[in-house]
């Protein structure tokens, strides 16, 4: 997923770079090339259910 940001009129660059880490850290892609990085067991029903209960909450806050 490609994040970037735009600056706006009147922001300063910090401000802008810490929109950008918040929009990053936000798509989770770090999180997914740490446990990637890896190679691990099967997933099972019980981890895939607390998955989609974690994804289910964040569309909700999105859909906002």
Known sequence: MI???IKN???????MI???KKMFFQTRVVNKL???RYSQRAVT???KRKAAV????Y???NSK
Do not use: C, G, W
């Open 3 to 5: 994040v970037y940001t």
């Open 9 to 15: 009129e009147n922001e300063p660059n910090e401000k």
């Open 18 to 20: 810490l929109r950008y």
């Open 34 to 36: 740490r446990t990637e």
């Open 45 to 47: 029903r019980r981890q």
């Open 54 to 57: 974690i994804r289910q909450t």
């Open 59 to 61: 569309r909700a806050l």
